[in-house]
Every structure is written in structure tokens, then in C-alpha cells.
């Protein structure tokens, strides 16, 4: 109970040191700059709020209309739409003025900023997002015990197959060189070619084929412009269809 507390605690001093630092440098820089008038700290204070809560509020169904546009902007469209919602904000505050470039310039100040400042302030730090993400997934697999025989992937991503020899010789894996030297395991190369990421390489190992797959997620054009992701189930039963050859990993039911 006691460690449960401190832990809140110091995740409230945490968030307190983050949201004043946000608050100080995007009112510090916003001076600075035209097409935008922010007349004082307190102003600065309640954009970030109220952005920050319209955005965890609105942004998913946001997001979920605009998918399109954003993925063919290449992100840059999220800014713009951060544009649009903190300019309806500013309407409803007095002495505020935003127009211009600055519609678009700000949210991408205020991404920055908030990015930067959740690096400084989880370095080295169990809340990290990586920590959350695989302490999430952990809790997943132990929350059910599964009586059946099971399959571990561990994905390295940009491990060359020269540069995990060279770990192997120099004693940087004692237990997969262990595992390769007592012949329960073999050591194989493999090509990605194109395209080079990890939903691509998945399905040449996984599924024997990884043909006409060119990026995470992608617009099929044929398709009525569905977007095809990699990730999740809603599209993985269809790409599955697509390129298994019944030569992969899992094929055969693995």
C-alpha cells in the first residue's frame, strides 16, 4: 500500500513538472512568434489543458474519419487538424488570436515540446512507454494459463545476421550460442528484400510469402481506397488469404 502510494505520488510531482515546463516553454516561444497572440501565462495554462482534453476527448473519432487524409499527408495532417480544433478554441477565449501558418506551426510546437519533455522526464524510468507497453502485454499472457503447446517469436529489429555472429563470437549470447552449439537450434539467414520492415519479413517467415506488401499500412486504390494495415485483426485475415502458400511457419496449423 505504502510503495503503491509513493509510486502515485511521484507520478503526481512527475506530471506536475511536465505540465509547467509545457505550459513555460510553449508560452516562451509563442512570444516570439506571429499569428499568435497569447497575453499571458495563465492563457497559455488553459490552451494546453483544453487542447489536451478536446484532443483525448474528439481525437479518436477525429482520427477515425481522417485516416485517409492523414496517412496520405504523411502525418502532416494531424498538425492540421490540431490547427483547426485549437483555433475553435481560441474562439472561446478571450485575447487569443491565432491565424496563418501558425494553425499549423503550433500543434507541431506543442508535439515537440511534449515529446521532448516525456524523453527528459522517463529516462531510465519503469513508467517509460516501453516499460507500460510491455508490462500490458506481460499481464496479457500470464492473466491465462493455456494448456497446449506454444510457439515464442522473439523479433530483433535491425539485427543483421553479421553483426549476431559477431555477438555470438564474442560471447555477448552465451545462451543461443549454447542452444546453436548443442544442436537444438540452428542459426539461419534471411533476405528481406523489399519491402524491408517487419510486417514484410513476418509473412516470408510466417506465411511462406510476402509478396505485395509494401509498407505497415498502406491505400489500395482497387480496393475503394481501403486502408490495409498490418496491425491488429481487422486486416490480417485477408492479407493471410492472400500470400500464405502453405510453406510457412504456420502453416499446417504450425
Do not use: C
Amino acid at each position: 500500500m505504502t510503495s503503491t502510494l509513493s509510486e502515485d505520488i511521484k507520478e503526481l510531482i512527475k506530471f506536475t513538472i511536465y505540465l509547467i515546463l509545457e505550459v513555460s516553454i510553449f508560452f516562451a516561444i509563442t512570444q516570439t512568434l506571429g499569428g499568435i497572440t497569447i497575453p499571458n501565462f495563465r492563457t497559455a495554462f488553459l490552451i494546453i489543458i483544453l487542447l489536451s482534453l478536446v484532443n483525448a476527448v474528439l481525437w479518436p473519432i477525429v482520427s477515425y474519419f481522417s485516416l485517409r487524409f492523414i496517412v496520405l499527408t504523411i502525418g502532416f495532417g494531424t498538425f492540421l487538424i490540431d490547427g483547426i480544433l485549437l483555433y475553435i478554441i481560441s474562439l472561446f477565449i478571450p485575447g487569443v488570436y491565432i491565424s496563418g501558418i501558425s494553425l499549423f506551426s503550433i500543434p507541431l510546437l506543442i508535439a515537440l515540446i511534449s515529446s521532448l519533455l516525456s524523453i527528459i522526464l522517463n529516462i531510465d524510468d519503469d513508467t517509460s512507454y516501453y516499460h507500460n507497453i510491455l508490462e500490458k502485454e506481460m499481464k496479457m499472457i500470464y492473466s491465462k494459463e493455456i494448456d497446449m503447446d506454444g510457439f515464442i517469436f522473439l523479433e530483433i529489429d535491425g539485427l543483421s545476421h553479421s553483426t549476431l555472429m559477431k555477438a555470438l563470437e564474442n560471447g555477448d549470447m552465451p545462451t543461443l550460442s549454447k542452444w546453436i552449439e548443442d544442436g537444438s537450434h540452428k542459426l539461419a539467414k534471411w533476405e528481406t528484400d523489399l519491402s524491408s520492415q517487419t510486417s514484410s519479413s513476418q509473412a516470408g517467415i510466417l506465411h511462406g510469402n510476402n509478396s505485395n506488401i509494401p509498407a505497415f499500412r498502406w491505400i489500395e486504390k482497387e480496393n475503394d481506397n481501403r486502408v490495409i494495415s498490418s496491425n491488429g485483426r481487422d486486416n490480417s485475415e485477408l492479407i493471410e488469404k492472400r500470400i500464405s502458400n502453405g510453406k510457412g511457419l504456420l502453416s499446417n496449423n504450425g
